[in-house]
């Protein structure tokens, strides 16, 4: 597997999870390069873009999340990170990561109920 997400689950509003994704088959040097990113898909919508982080940590994060979502990557690790505070119904979703813009993760269900 290229990417391995992990992290989701179920949790009340108001809660928090932290999504992790590793590329173990990745170069490290190869990684330390690639613009690494989270999105999200929910039931019957498009995916859509969560947050990105690039080799040099320039973030961008999607509105609806600013202030809640935090991204990070561990380069050392091959890793990114998201970590969701103050989650809301509606960031109920299948989160995928993406690396380089290129490949997908499996996605991991975080599911928040009201």
């Known amino acids: 597997v290229q990417l391995q997400a992990s992290g989701g689950g179920l949790v009340q509003a108001g809660g928090s999870l932290r999504l992790s994704c590793a590329a173990p088959?990745?170069?490290?040097?190869?990684?330390?390069?690639?613009?690494m990113g989270w999105y999200r898909q929910a039931p019957g919508k498009q995916r859509e873009f969560v947050a990105s982080?690039?080799?040099?940590?320039?973030?961008n994060y999607a509105d609806s999340v600013i202030g809640r979502f935090t991204i990070s990557r561990s380069n050392a690790n091959k890793k990114v990170y998201l970590q969701m505070n103050s989650l809301k119904p509606e960031d109920t979703a299948t989160y995928y990561c993406?690396?380089?813009?290129?490949?997908w993760g499996q996605g991991t269900q975080v599911t928040v109920s009201s």
């Open positions: 088959r990745t170069i490290t040097s190869v990684f330390n390069s690639q613009i």
């Open positions: 993406n690396q380089g813009g290129q490949i």
């Open positions: 982080i690039t080799y040099d940590n320039r973030i």
